[in-house]
């Protein structure tokens, strides 16, 4: 596996610019899905997960998950990897 | 017989050899043949491993250029993109990190073990260990249904175990009410023997107070003061002073016991000794003592209780003595009395048959008089003594009315006696005088005559006078 340094990204949480750590990708049905964590404060992070999409350019995007069921999928995926 | 028996045997052990035969020959073909099989299956399982590592390989790459990829090509904003699945601590998204290897196996495990995935997909995703891992939805809703009833399971479980624990901690707390109840009762009976052994405590005390005083006492009367207080501060130099009085402790040894007053004081084991000696000595001497004054009082007090004896029989005699004279008295008085009766009626009958008669006749009246007292007393009579004998206190009445009538019968016969012979010297007195006047007549009627003689002869003879 890669090193953890190498799965981190730059996001805009409510408008602040944090660093995610890419915690998983995984497959469900075809499409891809990142799992990564957010930091909220010292001790806890949210976990947070976005479909990832490849575009025109061949550059990958995050898309938010609007389907509740697969949300639940990615939750269950979650729950495996912290059980 | 005896040669049967041997064929018997013979042929026994002889089916024993052939049967040890044929099993080891059938169990040379069973190991030949697991042997093949074995053999067969380790070839196939080595053409899938080999297989496996190939998919892995080449899951591997993928992943490895799909994160690179991803880490060149994501830098969008994720406001939009993100979706919040839950939080979870640092300490547990760094173990996470830590344990991501193994991840797409221990899924894979997971829903092999909820019976969601199939041999094939199980293959599939554990190729792509360390990659991205491929899941089809039925999968995971399976394994969240699984995991959705683990979960109800095991809440009703944890529901299940709450009540069990509820009624465990009623029961304890019922068993503990119990307890406490006993533990209550058991207070409640120390409390009460506490009371009973205080109060035997006190009276022991009021018992053992007291011969403390009796033996106190006997120690004052001795003359020996028996008890010292002793207390931490002065043991030391009483202890001393017993060393002192008993004549065994030099000066030297004196001077460091005091100054060992409230610390450590040695002795030796001669002063010991000598000093229990001596006091043993003052002890058997005590004890002597006491027990010459317990003889001297124990003496005493026989003599006392002696004394006490000849006290009491003495009194007792003297109340014997005393009832004794007093009934001898009474007899005395009735004897006396009695007496007094048969003198008064022997001076009665002195009187005469008039008096006698007269006293009958005043006698049967009071007879007939104290009767009729007796009677309207209702008070019995004890009889009296036929001829004259009365008990006392009617022979007393009888006597006393007896001598109070003939007193005053006496007195009227006293004075009639005296009225009598006062008629009779009065009539004897008139009849002298009658007479003396006769005979004066009659002399002078013989003076006459004799005058008339005289003078007729003159010698006359002298008259004398009466």
Known sequence: MESNESQKFIVEVDGVTK?????????????????????????????????VVTDAEGYDTLVDIEDAETRKNVLALVNIMFS | MEETVIAAKENLKNSFTELGKNLKIYATAKIDLEKSRLKTVGT???????????????????????ILKFKE??????????????????????????SLGNFGQKAT?????????????????????????????????KYRANRAERIR???????????????????????????????????AFKEYFREQRKEAVLNFKKGAIQKAKSAMALMKIVGKKLLNSLNPRNIDLKIANAFANSQIFVTSLFNNAIKGINDRIDFLSEQLAQYRADKFEKERVKKEKIEAYKEELARKKAEKAKEKESHKNAKQSARV????????????????VVQNTKSALSKVGSMGNNIVQAIKNKKDALDEKVSTAFKEARVKTAGYIVGGVLIYNNVKNYASEQIKSFREWNSKRKEQAAIEKAAERERLQKEHDELIEKLRIERDKLIEEITKNIKQDPVVAPVRSM
Do not use: C, W
């Not at chain 1, 995984?26 to 806890?44: F, S």
């Not at chain 2, 909820?114 to 260990?129: Q, Y």
């Open chain 2, 73 to 98: 090509n994501v830098s969008q904003k994720a406001t939009a993109a993100k979706a919040v699945i839950g939080s979870a601590k640092n300490v547990a998204i760094k173990k996470v990190k830590e």
């Open chain 2, 109 to 141: 495990n997971v829903l092999i073990k909820s019976g969601t995935i199939a041999l094939e997909g199980a293959a599939v995703a554990v190729s792509a260990v360390n990659g991205i891992i491929n899941f089809t939805s039925e999968q995971i809703a």
């Open chain 2, 321 to 336: 003595l005393s009832a004794e004279m007093r009934k001898q008295d009474m007899l005395n008085l009735k004897a006396s």
């Open chain 2, 153 to 187: 399971q095991k809440q009703e479980l944890i529901a299940q175990k709450q009540r069990e624990q509820a009624a465990r901690i009623a029961e304890a707390a019922e068993r503990e009410k119990q307890h406490q109840n006993a533990v209550e009762s058991a207070e």
């Open chain 2, 44 to 66: 196939s399982m080595l053409g899938k491993v080999k297989d496996v590592n190939t998919s892995i390989s080449k899951a591997l790459n993928n992943g490895k250029k799909s």
């Open chain 1, 19 to 51: 660093e995610a750590d890419v915690l998983k990708v995984v497959g469900i049905d075809g499409k891809r899905y990142v799992i990564y964590a957010v930091p909220k404060n010292e001790e806890e992070s949210d976990i947070l997960a976005s479909e």
